[in-house]
């Protein structure tokens, strides 16, 4: 049901004029208010009461469409999360997780408190419904009620939250897992309090490496420890999942040891399919380089790169000169663009910027710095280590490692069919 559709309904409940209450509407959508809670503010603002009456008939998760305005389930409460935000000014709690029954799992919100924990069967009326990343969410807020279930359903998924690093996806929240800590970087922010001290870096398991974020610097968060960490969420970080740790989370010791896993090794289409990894290897040929390699300028406020001394965000400007390789590699499965910074660039061109320079002095032509990249690197086969995201635009991996591969391909071939076996 669309905002417009909304208001008519919401006017002709409340007998308030419809021009009004869609101006209201959408005013408090504007401000990211969820739909259910807007429409009871104004049925509060009208003098129109609460819905709560008129609470849908119970249904199934599977059936809830992001065209619903609400719905009413029965569910076991798989994950519970906490977390601060932002709202209207002031700062709200929130809790946020996943419910399930028989016919599948939902994301929801809670807008106040109702004690949930994980495992909990719960019956909740009147939750609304909103679109989140193109599929439905509950929302729980003053119109909606959460009562103990009479009968408990039959679910078979995990309760709790505790995962992998691997399994972890933008959008999870309320997870636990078992992590060493990699790398741990102190850092001051601007932040929306002004200031704020945060600690960045990577964390591993057996499975994966993720970047991290602690919102609360956590004492026992340092380089080296293996921790359990509860109630962590995930959001996208630079095209990978990223856990995000707040002071509603919990760190604590482990008594053993978690061993680090090394670079994820996949094929390309397996790391499109997973939507970015963090730190993975990849092999593949290179068919040619792109435009914007070789010798190029950056913003000197931003740091992107310019064309004709344009910068999209600071309009005209003094560039810096730098160099990078934008490398089109194909595995057979797949095709990807990965990047290679100023260092890894001056390997392949055999040279550094000075040097690059120069050629393109000589030449009168900063363009053959490119094509001595493209001569040195098109046709042979490289191993590359580093990021990978995907967006509408393709894959792309920010590459930390990009080495030739030197062994036989027979004998690399012989080596696979005796593991195979």
């Known amino acids: 049901m669309t905002a417009d559709e909304r208001a008519e309904e919401l006017a002709s409940d409340l007998g308030a004029d419809k021009a009004e209450v869609k101006r209201d509407l959408e005013n408090l959508l504007e401000y990211s208010v969820p739909m259910e809670e807007a429409v009871q503010s104004l049925r509060r603002k009208y003098g129109g ?58 994301s ?73 800590a990699v790398e741990v970087e102190s850092k ?28 609360a610097p956590h004492d026992d968060l340092v380089e080296g420890a293996d921790l359990r960490l509860g109630d962590v969420y995930i959001r996208e970080f630079r095209g990978v999942p990223s856990i995000n740790v707040t002071e509603f989370s919990t760190v604590e010791v482990l008594d053993r040891a978690v061993e680090p896993a090394e670079a994820t090794r996949l094929s390309i289409q397996a790391a499109v399919d997973a939507g970015g990894v963090f730190d993975v290897e990849l092999v593949g040929h290179v068919l040619g380089v792109r435009d914007g390699s070789g010798l190029i300028q950056r913003c000197p406020e931003c740091g992107r790169v310019i064309q004709k001394g344009q910068c999209r965000s600071h309009g005209e400007v003094e560039g810096i000169d730098d160099l990078r390789t934008r490398a089109i590699v194909d595995d057979g499965t797949g095709t990807l663009t990965a990047t290679l910074d100023d260092e890894l660039t001056a390997e392949i061109y055999g040279g550094d910027l000075d040097d690059a320079l120069e050629a393109a002095r000589e030449a009168m032509d ?44 027979a004998t690399r071939a012989t080596a696979l069919l005796e593991a195979a076996r």
Not at 89 to 104: M, R
Not at 188 to 215: M, N, Q, Y
């Open 49 to 106: 009461g609460s819905e709560r009456e008129g609470a849908p008939e119970p249904t199934t998760i599977a059936a809830i469409t992001t065209d619903d305005a609400s719905a009413s389930v029965t569910a076991i409460v798989l994950t519970v999360g906490k977390r601060s935000i932002r709202y209207q000014g002031e700062d709200q709690v929130i809790v946020e997780g996943e419910l399930a029954d028989e016919s599948g799992r939902i």
């Open 108 to 180: 929801y919100t809670a807008w106040q408190d109702f004690g949930l924990e994980p495992g909990d069967a719960v019956t909740i009326g009147n939750a609304g419904v909103r679109e989140w990343e193109g599929e439905p969410e509950l929302n729980l807020g003053e119109s909606t009620s959460v009562t103990p279930a009479e009968a408990a359903p039959a679910v078979d998924v995990p309760v709790g939250g505790e995962a992998d690093l691997i399994d972890l996806a933008p959008g999870d929240r309320g997870r636990t897992v078992e992590v060493h």
């Open 188 to 215: 001051t922010i601007d932040g929306r309090d002004g200031e704020t001290d945060i600690l960045s870096g990577v964390l591993a398991d057996e499975s994966a490496k993720l970047p991290f974020t602690d919102w």
């Open 366 to 409: 900063q363009s053959v710095v490119a094509d001595e990249i493209e001569s040195a690197i098109v046709g042979r086969e490289f191993r590359l280590r580093g990021n990978l995201s995907v967006d509408d635009y393709g894959a792309n991996l920010t590459a930390t490692d990009f080495d030739p591969v030197e062994d036989d391909p």
